[in-house]
């Protein structure tokens, strides 16, 4: 259990988080926005890593924190409110730089090993001439120059612009075991529209470089009717982290507008963000049930609290026979949810009737028959994968539409 202090001028202020579950040797990110807070204030952050089975054993590092403004010049383009998302990533999904340029600038991105970018070039990511000023957001597929993935580690990206004089900004993100991820993205500092020209690298996505007044496809439902897309969908809400480039953008606009997924205070989705037991469980409720007792309750387990926000809803779960807890008796609500989990609590809330009696491992048929409805989400390729809030949406989105018989005009969407 981990517990993050933010202490000003050495004296306790505010707490990020408190007993937040971890597992050993995986990578976890806490997003702090420091609103509030100034560049003349003295800030550490207190970690205090406790002992599941007795906190009074513990072990704290105070990390000291340096807020910082960005520079502004008359002389550069001024690159500003630069960061990536998701900061921690297994290498296996796409990410999303954010920045915002004064005024028109030859622009460079690229990536580099270590936890600053003053090594080699590992990646470039593109180049171009006379990017218009204004915010931009590049999406990169994770991947290197060769469509790998890149090896575990810490890596920077570094950004370039040339408007009179130059100007560079970087930030650091990490490539390796990823446990549930509290927040998004990297925030860079300083170190020192479209493109008219310039070399884009494959896997890159600049600015949302979709064609938003192209003809909404039509496709064929399972009928024969013919189902116009913008019958169907609802429009995508204004996320700032969600173009119509994701892959999740569907599914995201039908479940937020559906008011079963919400954004962040600060206008992001953060669909890379991992979704943990409660809010799996929050989420699909919703979907589904409306008599929901509203309050905090308790339930028998030992981790949900009266007055923890998802109290009502887990114990409404046990109420109803839809949540079970491990072994030791724990509901363990901050753990990720995996596939297997995800799928588990469906087929009770849906009733499937699922035969576990073929002698394969106890989920084997729930798994098989979310495959044959064509129910698993997009990305999703081991049954112990934890599930993000895109993932999650796509999941939720299947079930809608498989119950009012839109999921086939659905799917050939996302092809």
């Excluded at 724990?330 to 588990?344: D, W």
């Amino acid at each position: 259990l981990v517990d993050i202090q933010i202490f000003e001028n050495g004296s306790r202020d505010d707490d990020l988080t408190e007993d937040m579950e971890v597992e050993a040797n995986k990578w976890y990110a806490v997003e702090w926005d420091a609103d509030g807070y100034d560049e003349d204030d003295d800030l550490d952050l207190n970690i205090i890593a406790k002992n599941i089975a007795n906190e009074d054993i513990f072990d704290s590092e105070k990390i000291a924190v340096d807020v910082k403004e960005d520079d502004v010049s008359g002389s550069k383009s001024n690159i500003t409110g630069d960061s990536i998302d998701p900061v921690l990533t297994d290498g296996l999904e796409e990410m999303t730089l954010y920045y915002d340029l004064e005024e028109k600038a030859d622009v460079q991105i690229t990536v580099h090993k270590g936890k600053n970018a003053s090594g080699s070039t590992l990646i470039e990511l593109f180049g171009i001439s006379d990017q218009e000023g204004g915010p931009h957001t590049v999406v990169w597929n994770g991947m290197d120059d060769n469509g790998k993935k890149l090896s575990s580690g810490v890596y920077s990206y570094k950004i370039v612009s040339k408007a009179g004089s130059s100007e560079i900004e970087d930030g650091s993100f990490i490539v390796g075991d990823v446990g549930a991820i509290d927040g998004g993205g990297s925030l860079g500092g300083a170190s020192s529209g479209s493109s008219s020209s310039g070399t884009v690298a494959p896997g890159i996505i600049i600015d949302d470089d979709v064609d938003d007044d192209a003809p909404l496809p039509i496709v064929e439902s399972d009928n024969s009717e013919e189902i116009q897309s913008e019958n169907i969908f609802a429009q995508l809400d204004s996320f700032s982290d969600v173009t119509s480039a994701n892959q999740y953008s569907i599914a995201i606009g039908v479940l937020s507008n559906s008011g079963i997924v919400h954004g962040y205070p600060d206008g992001t989705f953060k669909p890379n963000n991992q979704v943990n037991r409660a809010e799996f469980l929050k989420m699909l409720l919703s979907l589904v049930y409306t008599d929901i007792p509203v309050g905090g309750q308790e339930c028998g387990f030992p981790d949900v609290k009266e007055d923890d926000w998802f109290s009502s809803y887990v114990c409404f779960g046990k109420l109803e026979g839809l949540v079970q807890g491990h072994p030791d008796g724990r509901f363990k609500p901050y753990e990720p949810v995996n596939l297997v989990e995800a799928l588990t609590l469906i087929s009770r809330v849906y009733d499937w009737n699922i035969d576990v009696t073929d002698g394969g491992v106890w989920y084997q048929s729930v798994v098989l028959l979310a495959q044959e409805r064509s129910l698993v989400p997009m990305f999703v390729n081991s049954f112990d994968q934890p599930l993000t809030r895109g993932a999650v949406s796509d999941l939720l989105a299947r079930l809608i539409f498989e119950s009012d018989g839109t999921l086939p005009a659905y799917l050939q969407m996302l092809r």
